[in-house]
């Protein structure tokens, strides 16, 4: 799961308890993103689903 920590459209703390939640084998939170992270932060997005997709 991967989040910004100024998201107002989905607060942070729901996205943490939703990645709790759903047992996320990885969380990462960009620190002053907001909503939009695919388009502010397209590096941090794509490596972890590239991690993601690689993995066992």
């Known amino acids: 799961m991967i989040y910004g920590s100024s998201d ?5 703390a729901v ?3 939703m990645a709790e939640r759903a047992h996320a084998v990885k ?3 960009i620190n002053g993103a ?4 695919m ?3 397209p590096g941090e ?3 972890l689903i590239e991690e993601a997709a690689s993995a066992h």
């Open 8 to 12: 107002r459209s989905i607060p942070p």
């Open 15 to 17: 996205m943490q308890f």
């Open 27 to 29: 969380t990462v939170v």
């Open 34 to 37: 907001s909503h939009a992270l």
């Open 39 to 41: 388009v502010s932060h």
């Open 45 to 47: 997005v794509t490596a």
